[in-house]
Nanobody, 118 residues
Framework: VQLVESGGGLVQPGGSLRLSCAAS????????MSWYRQTPGKERELISS????????AYADSVKGRFTISRDNAKNTVYLQMNNMKSEDTAVYYC????????????WGQGTQVTVSS
């Protein structure tokens, strides 16, 4: 089982980034997918999720209207499009996969650093 995030980096305030999370080793279409982020000294924060059935999405208030989550089951990949970025979006971003029924089947990626700074 592997989740590999990519697309992080340095971006100026107001700019955009697109994160990708490529999954392998499990039946991707059966898993709800989420993006979390974490800054030093703080707990990991759920920022967005997309369901395995129907593709329903949800967002934290802090990113609503600026971030968009999507998934491509043919490519076993989930994306996070981040627009109008702010300094407070600076964090390590993690991808999470959780089985739609067997919730204990819960996998994490290694994280990718996103820094918003001028």
């Amino acid at each position: 089982v592997q989740l590999v995030e990519s697309g992080g980096g340095l971006v100026q305030p107001g700019g955009s980034l697109r994160l990708s999370c490529a999954a392998s080793g499990f039946a991707f279409s059966w898993y709800d997918m989420s993006w979390y982020r974490q800054t030093p000294g703080k707990e990991r924060e759920l920022i967005s999720s997309i369901t395995s059935v129907g593709g329903g999405t949800a967002y934290a208030d802090s990113v609503k209207g600026r971030f968009t989550i999507s998934r491509d089951n043919a490519k076993n990949t989930v994306y996070l499009q981040m627009n109008n970025m702010k300094s407070e979006d600076t964090a390590v971003y993690y991808c999470n996969a959780k089985h739609r029924v067997i919730r204990a089947r819960d996998y994490w990626g290694q994280g990718t650093q996103v820094t918003v700074s001028s």
